[in-house]
């Protein structure tokens, strides 16, 4: 039978739900089987009891043990076999960031765990079947060009236990957990080093009561829209399904695509940033009904409240008490059964009588990052005349003039800063603040992006993490990422959580609320007396919740 036969055959004995029984395939005969049709492949042990010392979960740690390690290629050979995919202005500044390492919370699988790691990697041999360049290394050739090689090398796959942590134990609701560190492979790895290593890692780590899966993806290979298209695409087909629901575009023939090549130092670059410092970490989670009370904060104006504000923003209460007697929709279309949906509706309909179009309005999003730099720019305790940046990565692809497939498989975005003086971001009301954020974004269009990587390729450089001057904040992820779109066959996850890599003071990571319908959390990592002002902070803290 070949190899090609034997894949159909195994695809057929998926469960649709993983309730049923799983299919016991030998994952050393299934990794074998890829030989025949592809005999470039060179086959490593596929289980070892031994942990390797590149593994983020070394054999000095005392969290967590390494159970097995195998590489994992697609299960038929690459589409893009002959194809060499080039870097681009996005992907190249990339080189020197950590890889990414995003990861999901899951409640024990209905069956045993070695079955569950046996069909994880074979749903991830199938997934790297429609996504191959994260199955290839990079190649720099002699005029300085950095490629994937979509040569079917392989990624690592990893089981780990660690049956001493619980979920209540990692779902702490003041610092995280310094665990999750060690449930991802390639523990803070420079992306450059992708020339060798592989371009992704999937580690899953039992615990007492459930299950983590850590993805860990290079960062010049994919953004954050990339990541989580092919993390829910791994987990719609351990699901079982036989068709992707959205096919990932790698094709080059974008803006980004340049004739410029990034010069790097010998033996590569090195992160932007000092990885040692010392920082907490905490998730602060914002209800929908508190962002839209920050909205109204930065979009109504003192002619439409009829008051003025007082210390520098309006007071939503008095204004939500004055339109208690109205009669609004709640969230879930009835009147005046839910207070809370009361509450929120009236601040929805209160936004929109007032706001002249979609246009002039400040974003939720925009408003709870306005309401982040001012309090954390408090919290600081900066002098008046600093500079405050507030750097947020946008999404290209709905920017450009014609608009890129919202499916391309890359790095396709951009860093717009917004600056201010300390002295005048901290004097002047929410509503200012949020305005400067909201004009950055709105006027980042087409001839923006290009304007962008026609500066870069005047003067090309790596992208520059960190926070050098002590005044700046960095906004990476999006709420509006699926996050919680996968199911692995027995529900959504529990939480969504990050490894160490790419963090430093500033440094924050919004990722959409569990419960979803607008709710957002924000990984917040800071200085151990930044974080705890930020916690003694009124004005900040009366917006937070504790997650459902």
């Not at 290629?73 to 589409?79: D, E, L, W």
């Not at 399904?241 to 790097?264: G, M």
């Not at 709870?368 to 600093?386: G, I, M």
């Amino acid at each position: 039978m070949s190899s090609n036969q034997s894949c159909n055959n195994d695809s057929n004995r998926w469960p649709k739900c993983m309730n049923e029984p799983l299919p016991l395939i030998p994952i050393y005969t299934h990794c074998r089987s890829l030989s025949p049709s592809n005999p470039n492949h060179k086959f490593r042990p596929i289980r070892s009891n031994m942990p390797s010392s590149s593994s983020s979960s070394s054999s000095s740690s005392s969290s967590i043990s390494i159970v097995s390690k195998c590489t994992v290629f697609p299960y038929q050979p690459s589409s893009l076999n002959s194809v060499k995919l080039k870097l681009s202005v996005s992907d190249l500044p990339m080189l020197s960031c950590h890889y990414i390492q995003k990861g999901v919370l899951l409640s024990s699988p209905p069956y045993s765990l070695s079955d569950f790691v046996s069909f994880l990697n074979l749903s991830l041999s199938a997934t790297l079947s429609h996504f191959p360049p994260l199955a290839g290394r990079f190649s720099t050739d002699a005029d300085g060009y950095v490629y994937i090689l979509c040569n079917d090398a392989g990624v690592e796959f990893i089981e780990a236990k660690a049956k001493h942590l619980t979920l209540h134990a990692l779902l702490s609701p003041l610092d995280l957990p310094v665990y999750f560190k060690d449930f991802f492979y390639f523990d803070r790895t420079i992306s450059y080093s992708g020339h060798s290593n592989p371009l992704l890692a999937v580690q899953v780590t039992e615990l007492a009561d459930g299950v983590f899966v850590g993805c860990t993806v290079n960062h010049a290979v994919t953004d954050g829209t990339s990541f989580w298209h092919f993390f829910n695409t791994f987990a719609e087909i351990c699901k079982g399904t036989k068709k992707i629901s959205n096919s990932p575009d790698f094709s080059r023939n974008t803006v980004f695509n340049s004739p410029v090549a990034l010069k790097f130092p010998e033996g590569g670059p090195v992160v932007t940033f000092n990885g040692d410092e010392p920082l907490r970490e905490r998730i602060f989670h914002f209800t929908r009904d508190s962002i839209l009370k920050l909205k109204l904060r930065a979009n109504i104006n003192n002619q439409v409240t009829g008051r003025k504000p007082v210390n520098g923003f309006y007071d939503a209460g008095k204004i939500l008490r004055k339109q208690g007697n109205d009669s609004w929709k709640t969230v879930d279309g009835n009147n005046g059964t839910n207070n809370e949906g009361n509450i929120t509706s009236v601040l929805e309909n209160l936004i929109k009588m007032n706001v002249p179009s979609r246009t002039a309005e400040i974003s939720s999003f925009q408003s709870l990052c306005a309401h982040l730099w001012r309090s954390v720019t408090r919290a600081r305790k900066l002098d008046e005349s600093k500079t405050t940046t507030f750097r947020m990565a946008v999404n290209c692809r709905h920017r450009l003039n014609p608009r890129m497939d919202p499916y391309y498989f890359g790095n396709a975005i951009q860093s717009i800063p917004t600056v201010a003086p300390v002295g005048e971001l901290l004097s002047n009301d929410l509503r200012w603040c949020a305005d400067l954020l909201h004009k950055n974004v709105v006027t980042h269009d087409d001839a923006t992006v290009r304007r962008g990587i026609a500066d870069w390729e005047s003067q090309p450089r790596l992208f520059p993490l960190g926070n050098s001057d002590g005044a700046s904040i960095t906004m990476g992820s999006s709420p509006r990422f699926p996050m919680y779109d996968n199911d692995f066959g027995w529900g959504r996850p529990i939480a969504v959580r990050s490894g160490k890599a790419n963090k430093f003071d500033g440094k924050i990571s919004a990722f959409p609320g569990r419960e979803g319908n607008g709710n957002v959390d924000l990984e917040i990592v800071l200085s151990p007396e930044t974080m705890a002002g930020l916690e003694r902070d009124p004005d900040f803290m009366q917006y937070v919740s504790t997650p459902v």
